[in-house]
């Protein structure tokens, strides 16, 4: 079957980094999805991997290894609105989107 | 409108009734898809459709269905409610180039 696994919950400090790990097992791989949740609110995209190694978008960054069937994201300088939920999802051979059950991230002052 | 449009924005329902989801776009993607989002479980593929005219069956298709008769509309149906489908409903859209979906706000659902 098709499994995608992220911590269900992590807490860190304001202004500090934190790492979020994604691990995946799935029919054929094209590509890797991190989408960050609020409470409440829709899934918005934060970024997109399918070729091995670190894509840097400001405060956030993505980290692909396709042998390892292995993401991170990774979120630098936190601030209290970085509070949400970070869902990574893998788009499998049928083009379609695996969605793992997402990390609730708690930033404390 | 700019984006995905999805009504109504929360409804309660009695088990056995009718209901219909709806979900517009303005942003002329192709591809559609409606997702129901449970706690603890990542969000789930109900149905989607790749360009107007066209539908096809997600992760979780039984006691929906869906009809794409034009671009910007994509309305999900429940023929006779059920408990069990008690969720949040997320509406997305992509274009078929990019892939990146984007999410309307979502329906709260609530069947008793």
């Known amino acids: 079957g098709q499994n995608i696994d992220q911590p269900t919950e992590m807490t860190a400090t304001e202004g500090a980094i934190v790492q979020i790990n994604c691990t995946y097992q799935t029919s054929g791989f094209n590509g890797l999805f991190w989408y960050q949740q609020h409470a409440g609110e829709a899934p918005t995209f934060l970024s997109y991997n399918v070729l091995d190694g670190l894509e840097e978008k400001g405060r956030f960054s993505s980290f692909l290894s396709r042998s390892k069937g292995y993401s991170y994201l990774l979120l630098k300088e936190l601030q209290m609105k970085d509070s949400a939920s970070y869902l990574c999802?893998?788009?499998?051979?049928?083009?379609?989107?695996?969605w793992g059950a997402g990390t609730k991230l708690i930033i404390k002052p | 409108i700019a984006g995905i449009t999805q009504a109504p924005t929360s409804q309660i329902l009695a088990a056995g009734r009718r209901m219909t989801l709806r979900c517009t776009q303005d942003?002329?993607?192709?591809?559609m898809y409606w997702y129901r989002q449970d706690l603890g479980l990542g969000l789930r593929l109900i149905h989607y459709?790749?360009?107007?005219?066209?539908?096809g069956k997600g992760e979780v298709p039984d006691g929906y269905s869906v009809s794409r008769a034009n671009t910007d509309d994509f309305p999900l149906t429940l023929a006779s409610a059920v408990p069990s489908q008690t969720s949040v409903y997320f509406c997305?859209?992509?274009?078929?180039?990019?892939?990146?979906?984007?999410f309307g706000p979502g329906t709260r659902l609530t069947v008793l």
């Open positions: 999802a893998v788009r499998d051979s049928n083009y379609q989107l695996i």
């Open positions: 459709s790749n360009t107007a005219g066209t539908t």
């Open positions: 997305a859209s992509s274009d078929l180039t990019t892939d990146t979906q984007y």
């Open positions: 942003m002329r993607h192709n591809a």
